[in-house]
């Protein structure tokens, strides 16, 4: 995968503590902020389809009476509605 250079701007703290992190992990600064962007993408993935499945969870008495237990998805005709 082709890299991107990133310039960012942080305090000294937070800097000092992104080295501490990183060598205590035994990788570089660089791989490490990468790991904390993707693991951040990934909980923003997994928080979308926890509440999507919630969402379902709470209204699958309207999606039932709307379109039956038997309907596959995007098929209005299962409960009749030709």
Do not use: H, W
Not at 23 to 42: A, F, H, K, P
């Amino acid at each position: 995968m082709a890299k991107t250079q990133l310039n960012v701007r942080v305090d000294e703290t937070t800097a000092d503590a992104a080295r501490r992190q990183a060598g205590r992990r035994g990788m570089s600064v660089n791989r490490y902020i990468e790991e904390l962007v993707r693991q951040d993408v990934g909980e923003v993935g997994k928080t979308f389809v926890e509440s999507a499945a919630d969402f379902m969870k709470q209204y699958e008495s309207v999606f039932t009476e709307e379109f039956g237990t038997d309907a596959a998805p995007g098929d209005r005709t299962a409960e009749g509605t030709r």
